[in-house]
């Protein structure tokens, strides 16, 4: 079993997003000794628009300045450790910008959908340059901001003109739609971990020039989020996050389902979602035969300290019989 450790290296895109250090230098780097012991690589995809952001306006505030040296100075280690450094795209930076205190995110353009077919094609571009400058190395693979790659056809055009053919934005059963988010993955197979594709995510196509690496999911029921619900209640030190900052929340309808019907859920490194990391990747080995792709997704900004406990376990004991990768 090939296993994929994948984060989305970016700050919080709600109320408050949080800071550089709190979000993502010091969770990641609470990881890469997690990893370092057990000589297993991991991949960050990029917020590439954040980068964009502090770029345009770091001339105007030292805090970003600093920000920007930090987050390139950090990128740069984990390509010199072996780390992947890919391309995630939260296009809503385009039209974000800092007041002196914090960023006022306008997320009523979240999704690359919401953008013209020339102003995809531009803005994927230019932010493969400064990940590849910054990072010293061109990106292979492609992630979207919050799993919104729907419909794929204009953004595909955009990444192959930048050589990218690699995503791993699908996870099976997946589906959600909201003023900033929609995504639909219910069409793909549980346990399909590869598949080639052309202009439709959700379509294998044999001839297709794309690759699907899905993010691997789990059905989970009612019972879980009500523990889980519980955990962030009880305030306890081990179920505290490492990001200060405020997520977009979802809509009440989405929670609610979550909390009386069964639901499919990303395999994740994040908060009390970690509890079942090792039952899921027991369920892709036995219905993959052992041979198939595991890949987990992670937040830095929602690692917590027990969250971080679990995925060290579970790097442990699968480090030695399975092979870790990037998409290198």
Request: hydrophobic share 35%; with cysteine; aromatic share 14%.
């Amino acid at each position: 079993m090939n296993i994929y450790i994948t984060l989305d290296y970016e700050l919080f895109f709600g109320p408050k997003c949080g800071t550089v250090e709190a979000c993502i230098i010091r969770p990641t780097d609470a990881l890469l000794e997690i990893t370092e012991r057990a000589g297993v690589h991991f991949t960050c995809f990029v917020d590439a628009g954040y980068l964009m952001a502090l770029e345009r306006q770091k001339s105007r505030y030292g805090e970003l300045e600093e920000d920007y040296v930090r987050v390139c100075e950090h990128i740069r280690k984990l390509t010199r450790l072996g780390h992947g450094i890919e391309l995630h795209i939260h296009p809503h930076w385009e039209a974000s910008f800092y007041n002196g205190h914090d960023w006022e995110l306008n997320t009523t353009r979240y999704k690359l959908s919401d953008f013209t077919k020339e102003e995809v094609g531009e803005l994927v571009t230019r932010y493969c340059k400064i990940l590849e400058r910054i990072s010293e190395q061109q990106p292979k693979a492609y992630r979207a901001g919050g799993w919104s790659a729907q419909p794929f056809s204009t953004i595909g055009r955009a990444l192959q003109e930048n050589n990218i053919y690699i995503d791993s934005t699908v996870f099976p059963g997946g589906a959600y739609e909201s003023p900033n988010q929609c995504y639909d993955f219910r069409q793909v197979g549980r346990y399909n971990t590869h598949y080639r594709f052309s202009d439709s995510l959700t379509h294998p196509d044999l001839n297709g020039e794309f690759t699907e690496i899905p993010i691997s999911a789990y059905r989970v029921s009612p019972y879980f989020y009500w523990q889980f619900a519980m955990a962030k209640l009880s305030k306890a030190p081990g179920h505290k996050a490492f990001g200060d900052g405020m997520a977009i929340p979802l809509s009440k309808t989405e929670i609610l389902k979550k909390m009386i019907l069964p639901s499919v859920s990303v395999v994740s490194m994040d908060g009390y979602k970690s509890k079942f990391l090792n039952n899921a990747f027991k369920a892709y080995v036995k219905h993959t035969q052992n041979n198939g792709n595991f890949v987990i997704i992670g937040h830095p900004k929602a690692f917590t300290p027990y969250s971080l406990k679990r995925t060290a376990d579970f790097i442990n004991r699968s480090c030695g019989a399975h092979a870790y990768k990037t998409f290198q």
